[in-house]
C-alpha cells in the first residue's frame, strides 16, 4: 500500500512538472512575441515620423541602432518593392499579397508571423502604411519555440532531477502521515476510541470494521461458550449410560436394579440422541442463515403444517396429561416446509413439557392484512421476567432440573429463533411466572 501511494504521489508530482513546464515556454515564448512586436510597432512609428522614403532608408536603418539589425523594406502602392535594407529590390517579387502588407494596406498596420522549420527560426512582420501610400514593413527573425524549449531544457532537466529527489522524499513523508492513522486503528481494534480519526471519510468504514469485529469478539466468544455447553451436555447423559452398564457389566445389579438401569440408559441415549441431532440441526441453520438463497422456499399453507403437526403430538400431550388443542385458518406463507414444521413441533414441544398435569396447549394460525400469525399458548410454569431475554439463547434453561428430567435439550427455541430469522418472522414472547407462556410468530405475506 505505502508503495503505491509513493508512486501515485510522485507520478502526479512528475506531471504536475511536465505540465508547469509546457505552460512556462509556452507563456515565456508569447510574452517573447508580444515583445518583439511591440518592439518592430516602436521602430515603425519611429522612422514614420522621420518621413523614410527609398533614398533616406539607410540612414533611418542606421538609426535604429539595433544590434539585430531590423530588416526594412519599402512597398509601393501596387506591390512593387521600392528598397529592402538586405536584398536587392529590383530582383524581388510583387509583396503586394502578403499578409502583413495587404492588412497594412486596409488597415493602417499589418503584423505575420511566418515559421521556419528548417531552419528552426521564426520572422515577426510588421507593416504601417505611410503619408505617401507606401507600406513600410520590418522583420525581424527570433528562434523557434522548439529552439526556445531546446535552449531551457539542460536547466529545466537539472530542476526535474531535483524535483524528483524532493518528490520522492516528500512523498515518503506524506504517505506515512497518510498511512499513520490506518496503522493506529489496525493496531487498536479493541481500543474503544477507535472511531477517533482524522479522516472523516473513513468514518463508516471505520464503524464497519468495529462492527465486524466486535461480531468476530461475540461469535468466538458464542463458539467457546457453545463449544463448553455441549461438551458439558454429552458429558451427563454419557457419564450416566457408562456408568449404569458398568455397573451391569460387574454383576454389581440385581434383577430389579437390571432393569431399571437399563431404562436410564434408554432414557440417556434417547437424550443424548436428541442433543446430538438439535446440534447437527442448529449447525444446519447457521449454514442456511449465512446463504439464504441456498434454502428451498415455496408457497405453503401453515395451517395445515400446523394442523399435522399437532394431530402427531397428540400421543405425547396425552403421556404428559397435557391437552393440544388446535384452531387455524388457512394462510398462506412463503417458507420451507421441514423448517416450518420443525418451529410448531419445538413451540409445542415447549408448552406439553413445562406444563402442569391437567394444562393445556393452544395452537392458533390466522391471517390479519399483510401479515400471518402462528401463535403457541399454554397455561404452565411460565417464564419469569428475568430469564425471558435470554429463553431463545442456546442452552439456556429456566428450570434447569425440570428441564432434563422432561429431557429437554435447551436448544429447541434457539432453532427457532433461526428458522424464524431465515423466514424474516418476527418473534413475540408473552409470559407469567406460574401462569403460562404464549409465543408468536408473524410473518410478512408478500404481495
Given at each position: 500500500m505505502k508503495r503505491k501511494i509513493n508512486a501515485q504521489l510522485v507520478t502526479i508530482s512528475l506531471t504536475a512538472v511536465f505540465i508547469t513546464f509546457l505552460f512556462v515556454v509556452i507563456i515565456f515564448y508569447n510574452f517573447f512575441q508580444n515583445q518583439i512586436m511591440e518592439q518592430l510597432k516602436w521602430e515603425a512609428d519611429l522612422l514614420a515620423a522621420t518621413g523614410i522614403t527609398a533614398q533616406t532608408a539607410p540612414e533611418g536603418l542606421d538609426a535604429l541602432d539595433d544590434e539585430a539589425k531590423t530588416r526594412l523594406t519599402l512597398i509601393a502602392a501596387d506591390g512593387t518593392v521600392l528598397w529592402d535594407s538586405v536584398a536587392d529590390a529590383s530582383a524581388m517579387e510583387n509583396?503586394?499579397?502578403?499578409?502583413?502588407?495587404?492588412?497594412?494596406?486596409?488597415?493602417?498596420?499589418?503584423?505575420?508571423?511566418?515559421?521556419?522549420?528548417?531552419?528552426?527560426?521564426?520572422?515577426?512582420?510588421?507593416?504601417?502604411?505611410?503619408?505617401?501610400?507606401?507600406?513600410?514593413?520590418?522583420?525581424?527573425?527570433?528562434?523557434?519555440?522548439?529552439?526556445?524549449?531546446?535552449?531551457?531544457?539542460?536547466?529545466?532537466?537539472?530542476?526535474?532531477?531535483?524535483?524528483?529527489?524532493?518528490?520522492?522524499?516528500?512523498?515518503?513523508?506524506?504517505?506515512?502521515?497518510?498511512?499513520?492513522?490506518?496503522?493506529?486503528?489496525?493496531?487498536?481494534?479493541?481500543?474503544?476510541?477507535?472511531?477517533?480519526?482524522?479522516?472523516?471519510?473513513?468514518?463508516?468504514?471505520?464503524?464497519?470494521?468495529?462492527?465486524?469485529?466486535?461480531?468476530?469478539?461475540?461469535?468466538?466468544?458464542?463458539?467457546?461458550?457453545?463449544?463448553?455447553?455441549?461438551?458439558?451436555?454429552?458429558?451427563?447423559?454419557?457419564?450416566?449410560?457408562?456408568?449404569?452398564?458398568?455397573?451391569?457389566?460387574?454383576?454389581?445389579?440385581?434383577?430389579?436394579?437390571?432393569?431399571?438401569?437399563?431404562?436410564?440408559?434408554?432414557?440417556?441415549?434417547?437424550?443424548?440422541?436428541?442433543?446430538?441431532?438439535?446440534?447437527?440441526?442448529?449447525?444446519?441453520?447457521d449454514q442456511a442463515g449465512e446463504d439464504k438463497e441456498q434454502v428451498a422456499m415455496e408457497r405453503l399453507d401453515l395451517d395445515e403444517i400446523a394442523s399435522g403437526v399437532v394431530s402427531n403430538l397428540q400421543i405425547s400431550a396425552k403421556k404428559h396429561q397435557v391437552s393440544l388443542v388446535y384452531q387455524g385458518e388457512q394462510a398462506f406463507v412463503t417458507g420451507n416446509r421441514g423448517m416450518l414444521e420443525e418451529v410448531v413441533q419445538n413451540l409445542c414441544d415447549n408448552g406439553i413439557r413445562y406444563n402442569r398435569s391437567g394444562g393445556k396447549v393452544w395452537v392458533n394460525v390466522k391471517s390479519i392484512e399483510e401479515n400471518v400469525y402462528l401463535s403457541v399458548r399454554d397455561n404452565g410454569i411460565g417464564i419469569p421476567k428475568s430469564a425471558q431475554e435470554h429463553v431463545f439463547e442456546r442452552f439456556y434453561r429456566v428450570d434447569k432440573s425440570r428441564s432434563k428430567a422432561s429431557g429437554g435439550t435447551g436448544l429447541g427455541l434457539a432453532i427457532v429463533k433461526h428458522i424464524a430469522s431465515i423466514h424474516h418472522a418476527k418473534i413475540e414472547l408473552e409470559s407469567e411466572a406460574g401462569e403460562g407462556t404464549e409465543i408468536t410468530l408473524r410473518f410478512a405475506v408478500e404481495g
Open positions: 509583396h503586394g499579397e502578403r499578409p502583413e502588407v495587404a492588412e497594412a494596406q486596409v488597415s493602417g498596420t499589418g503584423t505575420s508571423i511566418r515559421r521556419s522549420y528548417t531552419l528552426e527560426e521564426t520572422t515577426y512582420y510588421y507593416a504601417k502604411l505611410l503619408d505617401d501610400g507606401t507600406v513600410l514593413r520590418l522583420a525581424k527573425e527570433s528562434d523557434s519555440i522548439v529552439t526556445v524549449g531546446m535552449q531551457l531544457l539542460p536547466a529545466v532537466l537539472g530542476s526535474i532531477v531535483l524535483l524528483i529527489l524532493l518528490c520522492l522524499v516528500f512523498a515518503r513523508i506524506m504517505t506515512k502521515k497518510l498511512v499513520a492513522p490506518i496503522n493506529e486503528v489496525a493496531d487498536h481494534l479493541d481500543d474503544a476510541n477507535i472511531l477517533d480519526t482524522p479522516y472523516t471519510e473513513m468514518m463508516p468504514f471505520l464503524e464497519k470494521i468495529r462492527e465486524q469485529h466486535a461480531d468476530l469478539i461475540k461469535s468466538s466468544k458464542m463458539r467457546r461458550d457453545f463449544t463448553a455447553n455441549v461438551s458439558h451436555e454429552l458429558k451427563t447423559p454419557l457419564t450416566a449410560i457408562s456408568g449404569y452398564a458398568e455397573l451391569i457389566e460387574h454383576g454389581m445389579a440385581n434383577e430389579e436394579d437390571t432393569v431399571r438401569f437399563a431404562s436410564e440408559i434408554h432414557r440417556n441415549a434417547d437424550r443424548l440422541l436428541s442433543l446430538i441431532n438439535d446440534i447437527l440441526q442448529l449447525s444446519r441453520l
